[in-house]
């Protein structure tokens, strides 16, 4: 038995996109872009020295990113085709867009970031406003009402707005009583904070005395803006739950209760915690509903249902409008003071990411 000789496969050598290959380079749109970009710093520059006023950075930026474009669609519907050419319009669109919203983010948080850390202390953390004019003191007794009134707000708003969403995806989909409810979430949603927070103190100045303030009335009217939020949220996670796991376990006679506990929550936790981290974080920084409701306080408060309580955001308001003197004091408070609720609204944000992936179906739980 022979066995023919067979030639050995040799690989074709791979070669490099060109102009001439019906695609163009990965380095092409790189080398557009800055091209564009120093064209028309060049003729800003010029511009700017012929009229002798300053240069405008933004304006260069914007003329470059334009031009980019232009350049980048003509060029590639040459080469590669019209489908392309649409394909890479849309490509820098999308970027410009996101570049463009990034700008106000990254802006506030550097502005914050640099005026915040001056005032940031052992005694801001350690100490009150209590007797404290001038000079001093700190941002203890916010920071501690904030983390209450927030906490309660969710204890509150959690429970209700998941169990809102189960019934109008498990029980009550399709009903009128479903459609009733959806309908008002949705207005909800769309209510000013100062809304509810007026709401909250005209109910509680019926059954007590005009004026009154406490935290409990903050954490009230954070829950009323928190609700629809969760309830959209957790609405939306749960209907992503694919209706073939339901049906199996039904098919194994699983109680209906008992899927959702076992089947329905765990697949969608992740996708609820994190609506429910956005409900917090949206509601963490309000301060006019906190203003009418919890009042301010420069003292440690600890108790929800007694007296006014100070929390971060009203602390931030009445440190930059009430400025003493010195002024600079007062200032470098309200700013450090914001730069605390911003971290902590991150810290929720990671934590939130933190529960999500380790109850995420993925696990193998």
């Known amino acids: 038995m022979t066995t023919a000789n067979v030639a050995p ?92 919203a990034m700008v106000p983010l990254v802006s506030v948080s550097i502005t914050v970031l640099q005026n915040g850390i001056a005032g940031l202390s052992a005694e801001f953390f350690n100490n009150s406003m209590r007797n404290v004019v001038g000079e001093g003191g700190g941002a203890l007794h916010a920071i501690t009402g904030t983390v209450l009134v927030t906490l309660a707000a969710a204890a509150i708003s959690i429970p209700i707005g998941l169990f809102t969403a189960l019934y109008l995806v498990e029980y009550g989909a399709g009903g009128r009583l479903a459609r009733g409810i959806t309908f008002f979430v949705d207005v909800m949603t769309g209510i000013p904070s100062i809304v509810a927070g007026l709401f909250i103190y005209a109910v509680f100045s019926l059954f007590f005395a005009p004026g009154i303030r406490m935290g409990l009335m903050g954490a009230l009217s954070l829950a009323v803006l928190m609700i629809p939020v969760v309830v959209r949220s957790s609405e939306e996670m749960l209907r992503l739950v694919p ?56 003292s440690m408060h600890y108790n929800l249902s007694d007296g006014r309580m100070m929390t971060l955001p009203v602390f931030v308001y009445t440190q930059y409008m009430n400025q003493g003197i010195p002024a600079s004091a007062y200032v470098d408070r309200a700013w450090a003071a914001a730069l605390v609720l911003i971290l902590i609204v991150m810290a929720l944000n990671l934590i939130a990411r933190a529960v999500a992936h380790y109850f995420a179906p993925a696990k193998g739980r």
Do not use: H
């Not at 040799?10 to 380079?25: E, H, I, K």
């Not at 009229?51 to 260069?60: C, F, K, R, S, T």
């Open 9 to 100: 496969r040799t690989l074709a050598p791979t070669r490099t996109a060109s102009l001439t290959s019906g695609r163009l380079p990965q380095w092409t749109p790189w080398a557009l872009l800055g091209t564009a970009v120093a064209i028309s710093f060049a003729v800003f520059v010029l511009v700017a020295a012929s009229a002798d006023a300053p240069l405008n950075i933004v304006g260069a930026v914007v003329v470059g990113v334009a031009l980019y474009l232009v350049l980048i669609t003509t060029i590639s519907a040459l080469v590669e085709g019209r489908r392309k050419a649409i394909d890479r319009l849309v490509t820098g669109l999308v970027v410009a867009a996101f570049a463009l």
């Open 243 to 298: 209706n073939d796991l339901r049906e199996a376990a039904y098919a194994l006679g699983v109680p209906k209760w008992l899927t959702i506990v076992k089947v329905v929550l765990p697949t969608s936790i992740a996708g609820i915690t994190t609506g429910v981290m956005l409900a917090i974080a949206r509601v963490i920084g309000e301060t006019a509903p906190l203003l009418i409701t919890a009042g301010f306080t420069a």
